[in-house]
C-alpha cells in the first residue's frame, strides 16, 4: 500500500508558470515549517528552478526540500520535489515558450500522481492560459481541464474563503454569450453542484444558497430581461420545493451592497466577473479557488502569474497557503462524509 492509516494527506502542487510567481508562493507558504503539521507536499516541477527562487528570496535557511527520482521515494513530513523536465531558463517575469511547456508537464505529471493515488489532492499553482496552449492542452483553463480529465459532468467554479463561497454559473466565456448558455438546466445542475459540495466537501447539512440574477436589478419584473422570470426563478421554486433551501434572485450590487452574502452558505452568480469582482474585492488575497463536482480534490490560488512582480520578492503567498489549508480540509470532510455513509 502507497500509504499506512493515519498519516497526514499528501498534496500534490503542479508549479504553474515558472516565470511567474507560483515558484515564489509555494516556497513562502511551505517555509513555515508548521505546514509540515497538517501535509506531505510533492511539488512538480524543478528542485533547480526551487533552487533558483529560494536563493533569490534570501530562504536558503528557511526553506528546505528533498529531491525524489521517483513517487515511491515520497519522504512523508517533508517538503518533496520531483523533477519534471531538464534544465530550463528562468526569465522572471517574461512569457516564454518554454516556460508553457513545463507548467503543462508539471500539470499532466501531477494529474497523473493523483489518479495513481500517489497524493490525495492537487494544488495549482497559475498558469499562463496562452503559452501553456498545445495540442495536448486546449483548454480555457484548469477548471475545463479537470472536468474533461476526471469525466465530470457537472463541476462548479467556486471561490472559496472563511464562510463566503461564491460559484459561477457559465464560467470561462465571453460576455456577449453568457445569455445564449443560460438555460433552467444548466441553472439547475449548477445548483445541485453547490449544494453537494457544501454538504460533503464543507459539511454542511443543510446549506442556505443565494442566487443572483442576471440583469441590473434583477430584471425588474422583465422590465430589463426575461432570464430571470423564464429561467432563474422558475428553478429556484422547483429546488425549493423539493426540500431545498434556495433563494432569490437577488440583485447582485445590493446583494453584496448590504452584507447580504453573510447569511448564506453559497452564492451562485450568473457570470464570472458578476461573482469574481465581488468575491475578489472582499477577500482577493484570501481566496482560494476550488472546482467542486470533481470527485478528487483540486484547489488554488485566486490570482494569476503576476508577472509585473514576478522574482522581486512581493508576491503574498496567503492564498496558496489557504489553499493547500482548504485541499487538507475538503479531503477530512470527505472522509468523514463517506464513513457516516457506511
Not at 28 to 38: C, E, G, S, V
Not at 139 to 167: C, I, N, P, S, W
Not at 199 to 207: A, E, M, N, T, V
Not at 280 to 307: C, I, M, W
Request: glycine letters at 10%; aromatic letters at 8%; proline letters at 4%.
Amino acid at each position: 500500500m502507497r500509504k499506512k492509516k493515519g498519516e497526514l494527506p499528501v498534496i500534490g502542487i503542479s508549479l504553474g508558470d515558472f516565470n511567474g510567481i507560483g515558484p515564489e508562493v509555494t516556497i513562502k507558504a511551505l517555509a513555515d515549517k508548521r505546514m509540515l503539521n497538517m501535509m506531505t507536499p510533492v511539488i512538480f516541477g524543478s528542485s533547480k528552478v526551487m533552487s533558483f527562487y529560494r536563493k533569490s528570496l534570501n530562504l536558503e535557511d528557511s526553506f528546505n526540500f528533498m529531491t525524489i527520482k521517483s513517487l515511491d521515494e515520497i519522504a512523508y513530513g517533508k517538503v518533496n520535489v520531483i523533477n519534471c523536465w531538464k534544465q530550463v531558463l528562468v526569465e522572471a517575469g517574461k512569457v516564454t515558450d518554454e516556460a508553457g511547456e513545463a507548467a503543462w508537464v508539471s500539470l499532466k505529471t501531477a494529474t497523473e500522481a493523483l489518479q495513481e493515488d500517489y497524493t490525495d489532492a492537487i494544488v495549482t499553482a497559475p498558469i499562463n492560459k496562452h503559452n501553456i496552449q498545445s495540442e495536448a492542452f486546449n483548454f480555457a483553463g484548469h477548471t475545463e481541464y479537470f472536468a474533461q480529465t476526471f469525466g465530470a459532468k457537472d463541476m462548479l467554479m467556486m471561490m472559496v474563503h472563511d464562510q463566503l463561497r461564491v460559484g459561477v454559473a457559465t464560467g470561462h466565456i465571453p460576455l456577449n454569450e453568457v445569455s445564449n448558455h443560460l438555460t433552467r438546466d444548466l441553472v439547475r445542475r449548477k445548483l445541485k453542484v453547490m449544494e453537494n459540495s457544501l454538504r460533503h466537501d464543507f459539511g454542511i447539512l443543510k446549506p442556505k444558497i443565494a442566487v443572483l440574477g442576471l440583469n441590473p436589478h434583477a430584471g425588474e419584473g422583465g422590465l430589463l430581461g426575461s432570464e430571470e422570470e423564464e429561467i432563474i426563478k422558475p428553478v429556484i421554486e422547483e429546488l425549493k420545493d423539493e426540500g431545498n433551501l434556495t433563494f432569490g434572485p437577488y440583485p447582485a450590487d445590493g446583494f453584496f451592497g448590504v452584507n447580504m452574502y453573510r447569511k448564506f452558505d453559497g452564492i451562485l452568480a450568473m457570470y464570472h466577473d458578476q461573482g469574481l469582482v465581488a468575491f475578489k474585492t472582499l477577500a482577493f488575497e484570501q481566496g482560494v479557488n476550488f472546482t467542486a463536482g470533481l470527485p478528487v480534490v483540486r484547489t488554488s490560488p485566486d490570482h494569476g502569474t503576476a508577472y509585473d512582480i514576478a522574482g522581486k520578492g512581493e508576491a503574498s503567498e496567503v492564498s496558496m497557503r489557504e489553499a493547500l489549508y482548504l485541499a487538507c480540509d475538503v479531503i477530512k470532510a470527505r472522509g468523514e462524509h463517506m464513513a457516516e455513509e457506511q
